[in-house]
């Protein structure tokens, strides 16, 4: 049996497709979760956009610095080998194309990698785009984090997004509760889906085609 | 004899004008020089285009200038947070207007206006709603959008060390905006943790050299 | 694990391929890396195009490099020095195609290439020859030239500390364009005075950070 | 009698018109002489194009550090309250407006302003233009140092340069070895001429119209 991921599986299956030695970015909020689930014995040197290389956990109680803070403005550490800073130095890194891979959340995604993940097209509030379009372009590999879905049950991957877009073209591989999806020249590969589904089922909750891959298999993740 | 030292942070804000852009450093409260912005209020200017990262939270700092009516516009990458109350309310009564700018183009169009670029090409935002209007062009098979200088008369700042001559160190992650807005802005004005003697800030250490700075106060106020 | 750390200076120059462009730090002598440099000819790789601020002094560095008949191109400020004799004989045999760049400007390209900029306007050089056939165009009054990025294959700088991470401090005005081209090229290769543990360099004090170098390599050789 | 000044007089007139905190830049060659007689009095910080705010003398014999130079690479020391910053920011402070001064010699000037001083017509050298234009754009005012005629007796000063530009309407002040000469909306203004001449003579030595400022006087510096 291998039934739909929580968002620490989710998290968890991202973390093993990054390599020792990489440098990454993990979007606020759901990505965020990926560093808790990097593989021993990788050495992984974590990017915020807000001036910090090699971020490391959140400090125990009553070690916060508020000096000391990630993306999500929340209190954080600093590993040996770390360095702090500017913003214009730390989005050179983000556009200049010097980080690995970023682990961005969405509200859509396209099947040509389109990524919607700032604006709904309904707006009370006050829209906020923060880093979302810089690392949306600047990274060499844009890994969606995503549940597969909306709480409605709508699909989230589509033919096109509706709702203004963050990048175009900007996303290279899809980690959703349900499948692990390639974008790539010729549309979207599943490389892995869980085995409670056939790959039929996962099409019927996909408003854009899905081929399997050649190599497709089961997406199997731990109890976490 | 150069002593760009202010005795007190009333005296360090005299002289900004009704109308000014004013740079303002930080993200969220890391860096933000939430005793500068405080004493705006009492300073007295207003019309006031702030650009910042964030909007302000809670009722200090930002929030605290923004509540007094001061600010008219705000240009920044991403205007709520948990605690931005004010700005939401102040935005829904159409009260201040918004600029929305993404944080690398943000950070990337002040460098811009402090090292005499008159416009730069980059590929963030090209395809968005944010470059609605702008000009685009494709390098090398990238689509690219024209971004212009963004300019201050006036840049708020916290840093960590100062000298006389003004040169500037920060704190951990609080250097953020701090180094681009200085050189950005005709007036900058840095709040700083503690005053030293020249020489005790080693020529290597400086992250903000003295040409960009022009006042430096004591958060506290006394030298 | 990361570990940059090369243990002699032929294993760091691997793989540098004939035709590269070879960013080259230095002004003058101070940065300049002078043994990367002396290295590359038992390296071969030939054809090169090379980017620095000079075109070699003497008989060693760049100028024996440039004898040894490696560098087909040099981009540079200033070529001539009181004893760029190599260059100037080359130069005049026809043997080596020169660009001439304004200084500011080129170091604003090879930022420009490492930030991920498509082009900027600058003033700088705007009614010369040396703005002849670049696109042009009035900002706010003033005529401003576009210049694109200016990409390394490869850049070969000098520097004072590093870790295994590949983080960097430069001592001195040596540091001048090394930070630069360590962001401005696929392949960085640092030549150090100390390679020191993880966490010795202090995070504030880190010039170049990790990302922006591939491989370290202490002068001398042993790690 | 005030006659012809020797280099060090230029220097030292040029140094006069420095005030308190400024921050200046000296060109590579004459220009280097105005460090020797800054008044006494004011605190002046120099930049050098290759990293360095704040630089000192020349140092002691055997107290030479080969990675401590100036733009001309010739060994200097840095002042309690220096700085050392990468080229790219350098220039940012040079093209960004942030020197109130720089001095560089000049093949030319033209009645605009326009500065000649990197390339002649006749170049069996190769050119370099090192960071002569980025400094002549960028400063917010450009004195010229230079003699006032060629070698030869030919005017430096002209309607218009023949040699190729440095910068188009960048020079603010012009100091001669036989005047002080404002660059003006309205053409060249002589402040100061030596005494040993007639403005009649000046301007027969000087290929642009030129008229007296005002307040014009003689130019008088002391023996050196």
């Keep these: 049996m291998s039934s739909k991921l929580t968002r620490s599986q989710i998290a968890w299956r991202i973390a093993q497709d990054i390599d020792d030695g990489s440098f990454v970015n993990l979007g606020i909020g759901m990505p965020e979760l990926v560093a808790n689930y990097l593989p021993d014995g990788r050495e992984i040197i974590i990017h915020s956009e807000n001036g910090l290389l090699g971020m490391g956990p959140v400090p125990e109680d009553g070690q916060e610095d508020g000096d ?92 096109q997004c509706t709702y203004p877009l963050t990048g175009a073209n900007s996303v290279s591989r899809i980690y959703t509760d349900l499948a692990v999806i390639d974008v790539t020249g010729s549309g979207l590969e599943v490389c892995e889906w869980i085995g409670d589904m056939t790959f039929d089922d996962l099409q019927a909750m996909t408003a854009a085609p899905l081929s399997p891959a050649s190599d497709a298999k089961q997406l199997t993740v731990p109890e976490l | 004899m150069i002593d760009k030292r202010f005795a007190s942070i009333e005296k360090a804000l005299a002289g900004i004008q009704d109308g000014s852009v004013i740079l303002v450093g930080g993200f969220g409260n890391a860096g933000s020089p939430i005793p500068l912005l405080e004493a705006l209020i009492d300073q007295g200017a207003t019309d ?120 500037l160190t920060y704190n951990k992650s609080a250097r953020n905006f701090g180094p681009t807005m200085a050189m950005a802005a005709d007036l900058t004005i840095a709040q700083v943790r503690q005053i030293v003697d020249l020489g005790e800030i080693s020529p290597e250490l400086v992250v903000t050299p003295s040409i960009f700075v022009d006042r430096v106060v004591k958060e506290g106020g006394q030298t």
Tied chains: 1, 4.
């Design chain 1, 68 to 159: 000391l803070i990630n993306a999500g403005k929340k209190p954080v550490t600093l590993l040996d080998g770390g360095s702090y800073f500017s913003h214009t130095d730390s989005f050179a890194m983000v556009r200049g194309g010097h980080l690995d891979i970023c682990v961005l959340g969405a509200f859509q995604i396209s099947q040509t990698g389109d990524l919607a993940n700032w604006a709904t097209l309904n707006n009370t509030n006050p829209p906020g785009v923060g880093g979302a379009m810089d690392l949306a372009v600047g990274a060499r590999q844009v890994f969606v984090m995503t549940e597969h879905c909306t709480k409605s049950g709508e699909p989230k991957i589509l033919e």
């Design chain 2, 48 to 167: 006031l285009t702030i650009v910042s990262n964030n909007a302000g939270e809670g009722d200090f700092g930002l929030a605290a200038l923004m509540k007094a009516g001061r600010i008219s516009k705000i240009i920044c990458s991403y205007p709520r947070s948990s605690g931005s109350v004010i700005f939401e309310e102040l935005y829904g009564q159409g009260k201040i207007d918004l600029e929305v700018v993404p944080q690398g183009t943000l950070s990337e169009r002040m460098r811009a206006a402090g090292a005499g670029i008159g416009g730069f090409y980059t590929p963030t935002s090209a395809g968005t709603l944010l470059a609605k209007g702008k000009e685009t062009r494709e390098i090398e098979g990238k689509l690219h959008v024209l971004e212009l200088p963004l300019k201050g008369d006036v840049a708020l700042i916290k840093a960590d060390l100062a000298d006389r001559w003004g040169n």
